[in-house]
């Protein structure tokens, strides 16, 4: 798996290498554990994705609107970047589902969001969260994914139950034993 996610690093921050521009086939796990793990550092918008990348304090607006986010058409979704979505709020007209309370409410949430962000003139960045340089490294991205199965020592030896009764019971045992 940590192979894989290294095709998708290289696919977000090297998109002048060769290969770069191939369509990689991804499983839900793999691109949800890869998009937890990124965050987009928005430049002048020519490689984050407007709908799906990490990119608005540190989420996407898939997680912050996810009705709003059904409302868009597959292909906008997988394709429109900020620098084509931001200018003139281009991005509204994406939007062609059912307009319910639901996502009129995320898309005033969204429009204010936005209100705050200009584009820049230097280059978009992406950052790796599991490595302190924000670099991706196999070490970092094996460390992320059995994070949540590793268990300490403490955790291991503590025990929620009260010694008391445990106590009791060997006591009433050895007495047994003595008669």
Not at 98 to 117: F, K, N
Not at 152 to 173: D, S, Y
């Amino acid at each position: 798996m940590a192979l894989r996610l290294r095709w998708l690093w290289r696919h977000k921050t090297e998109c002048d290498r060769l290969g770069s521009s191939f369509p990689i086939k991804e499983d839900a796990a793999l691109s949800n554990f890869f998009k937890a793990s990124v965050e987009a550092v928005l430049g002048d918008g020519t490689l984050i994705k407007f709908w799906t990348d990490p990119w608005i304090q540190g989420r996407s607006i898939e997680s912050l609107a996810p009705s709003l986010f059904r409302a868009v058409s597959t292909r906008n979704r997988n394709h429109r970047l900020v620098v084509d979505a931001l200018p003139h709020t281009a991005w509204r007209r994406d939007i062609t589902g059912a307009l319910t309370a639901q996502v009129l409410l995320e898309y005033t949430q969204l429009r204010q969001l936005l209100d705050g962000i200009s584009l820049q003139q230097t280059p978009d960045r992406f950052i790796w969260r599991s490595n302190p340089k924000g670099e991706f490294s196999f070490n970092s991205a094996y460390r992320a994914m059995f994070l949540s199965q590793t268990a300490t020592f403490g955790e291991l030896w503590q025990t929620r139950a009260k010694q008391v009764p445990f106590l009791c019971l060997v006591g009433a045992i050895w007495s047994c034993l003595d008669l």
